[in-house]
């Protein structure tokens, strides 16, 4: 039986080893996918990243003996493995080179701060996050991050660069595409983490900081998909608002535990 130091040592080095390792080749095809003639290189590589991360995911789950989806740091290498496995599948969906970049990009943002804060990976939880509940709340959560990122990003574009005008009218289509896949996810992740609350608190909802700012970015995506409906013709007040939408999914997800108010949040741990 492997001592908790012991045990801690052996998923931090696997995880400097595993990380770099994906970082460089996540970079690396960043560089080959800007050339036409190695752009089939660059998904090769990328895909290589993909496969390095699910190999050490499996390997942390067996390890931890729970799925790796508890704490932040786990949750940061779970976003890595998505980004960047959405960034392969895409390419083959699409052939956009700047949402290959963007993906690689973002799940290299990720896995480097897992990098220089290795211990999060290893953490003595809390009984609340030992919910069985606490597990899907996250998956689909990290799913419609995601997805809401990808929009906001194309909405990001469309704004800049208005001379890329026959790719943005289609990247609206595919925007709110993306929009209504991620917000169906974000959907069901309130539903499963307010019954995750119930098990865990005996409440569904409190109006805990946290949950009050989830609450205002779901109302954000609603609009959006409203304004989208009743005037589709208003594309640049949609892009804004999918911009700030996105800065208020950050602020739920990030900021808001750097807030004084929510020192004493369910949710910060």
């Not at 595409?177 to 409190?206: C, D, E, R």
């Not at 009050?212 to 995506?221: D, K, V």
Request: aromatic residues 18%; hydrophobic residues 55%.
């Amino acid at each position: 039986m492997v001592s908790g130091q012991k045990r801690k040592i052996m998923i931090d080095i696997g995880f400097q080893t595993i990380g770099i390792i994906s970082v460089g080749l996540l970079l690396l095809s960043i560089v080959l996918i800007l050339f036409k003639r190695t752009k089939n290189y660059a998904v090769l590589v990328s895909s290589l990243a993909v496969l390095a991360l699910s190999y050490y995911i499996i390997n942390l789950w067996i390890e931890l003996h729970r799925p790796p989806l508890r704490t932040l740091g786990e949750t940061r290498l779970w976003y890595g493995f998505f980004l960047s496995f959405l960034g392969v599948v895409l390419w083959f969906r699409w052939k956009y080179i700047w949402l290959f970049i963007y993906s690689n990009i973002t799940a290299s943002v990720f896995l480097i701060i897992d990098l220089a804060n290795p211990a999060a990976l290893d953490q003595t939880l809390m009984p609340a996050l030992q919910s069985v509940w606490f597990v899907p709340h996250v998956v689909v959560y990290i799913i419609g991050y995601a997805l809401l990122g990808m929009s906001a990003l194309i909405a990001a574009i469309r704004l800049l660069m208005p001379l890329w005008h026959r790719e943005i009218k289609f990247s609206m289509e595919y925007t709110d595409n993306t929009v209504y896949f991620g917000f169906s996810f974000l959907t069901v992740g309130m539903i499963f983490g307010a019954i995750w609350a119930k098990v865990a608190w005996g409440h569904y909802w409190t109006w805990d900081p946290k949950e009050t700012w989830a609450f205002i970015t779901w109302l954000t995506y609603l609009l959006y998909i409203h304004i989208r409906i009743k005037n589709p013709k208003n594309e640049k007040l949609v892009s804004w608002i999918l911009i700030f939408s996105f800065l208020f999914l950050m602020i739920t997800w990030l900021g808001i535990q750097y807030l004084p108010v929510s020192q004493n949040s369910v949710h910060t741990y």
